[in-house]
């Protein structure tokens, strides 16, 4: 019986994950979030850039961006990966890829 239990909690443990998560959101304010969504093109990858650059505000006064995280909502092998900025900057560039002949459907959050 205990050889049974232990087998089942290995098979329940094997988990995949395919979202993009880059830093923490642990006691951070949310400065940003949108949910980007491109139809698909037949055959080819979707490749769309997203731009944010944290406000000029008093507020934001020495403040830098402290966590993003990327949900892919289409469960497929769509990528979200930053190609500037980013943590420890006021800005960030975040380039997803979506698979071939897929929607491109992601949720993003950033936290300064």
Request: charged share 15%; glycine share 6%; aromatic share 12%.
């Amino acid at each position: 019986m205990k050889l049974f239990c232990l087998f089942v909690v290995i098979l329940v443990a094997v988990v995949e994950c395919k979202h993009t998560i880059i830093g923490t959101n642990v006691q951070r304010p949310q400065v940003y979030h949108a949910i980007v969504e491109y139809h698909a093109w037949a055959f080819r990858k979707r490749v769309e850039n997203l731009y944010y650059t944290m406000p000029n505000l008093p507020a934001n006064a020495g403040r830098t961006i402290q966590g993003i995280l990327a949900y892919d909502l289409t469960n497929t092998d769509a990528s979200a990966n930053v190609t500037q900025g980013g943590i420890g900057y006021n800005y960030v560039n975040l380039r997803m890829k979506s698979s071939r002949g897929e929607n491109l459907k992601f949720d993003v959050y950033i936290y300064a």
